[in-house]
């Protein structure tokens, strides 16, 4: 199965910063089946990027993804205090689908 | 809008089987892909497996040999069986849909389910 790593783990940051996060893969696949999610504490995740660049319903613009092969990222530009949540990478590209195991960001 | 909720008991016994039901609502159940995923400190997100409304069925392999999932279009409900379940099937249980097998759009709000004597 795929193997994905996220680093930080943790990301302390402050409202309005930008925020970078990496999803790296054990082996390579196309960035169309790369899924970013958040998750607030008490809430389920909630999908904010697909195909690695494409914006759920409802997402602001200030999420980005990037990535390709291996390496894969999240960029939230401008920090919002609604932003400060855990984040997974999910690969589709094969079965099983996996998850990373998550970047924190707080305040 | 699509929207999930799980049911299903809270404390299952060791060795015995656990068994989550998630009813969907706002929308046909046939239209979507549905899917069980657990979360736990441990593992983290761990996708279980997937069924469609032809009750075609994807699971992991991780669970294969002790996971069943069923849909009832009827009663607009999926369920997820897993057998045999340990204190390591202690998680918060989710029930997820997508417009595709591989993606996860919208999520129920989790169930709790703890595996103790």
């Known amino acids: 199965e795929i193997v994905l790593t996220q680093s930080p783990g943790t990301l302390s940051l402050s409202p309005g910063e930008r925020a970078t996060l990496s999803c790296r893969a054990s082996q390579s696949f196309s960035a169309s089946f790369l899924a970013w999610y958040q998750q607030r504490p008490g809430q389920p995740p909630r999908l904010v990027i697909s195909g690695a660049s494409n914006r759920a319903a409802g997402i602001p613009d200030r999420f980005g993804g990037s990535g390709s092969g291996t390496d894969f990222t999240l960029t939230i530009s401008r920090l919002e205090p609604e932003d400060f949540a855990v984040y997974y990478c999910?690969?589709?590209?094969?079965?099983?689908?996996?998850f990373g195991q998550g970047t924190k960001v707080e305040i | 809008q699509v929207q999930l909720q799980g049911s299903g008991p809270r404390l299952v016994k060791p060795s015995e089987t656990l068994s989550l039901t998630c009813s969907v609502s706002?929308?046909?159940?046939?239209?979507?892909?549905w899917n069980w995923i657990r979360q736990t400190p441990g593992k983290g997100l761990e996708w279980i497996g997937s069924v469609y409304f032809r009750a075609t069925t994807n699971y992991n392999p991780s669970f294969e040999s002790r996971v069943s999932m069923s849909i009832d279009t009827s009663k607009s409900q999926f369920s997820l069986h897993l057998s045999s379940v340990t204190a390591a099937d202690t998680a918060t249980y989710y029930c997820?849909?997508?417009?595709?097998?591989?993606?996860?759009?919208?999520w129920g709000q989790g169930t709790r389910v703890s595996v103790s004597s």
């Open positions: 997820a849909g997508g417009y595709s097998s591989r993606l996860f759009h919208f």
């Open positions: 706002g929308d046909s159940i046939s239209d979507y892909y």
């Open positions: 999910q690969q589709y590209a094969d079965s099983p689908r996996t």
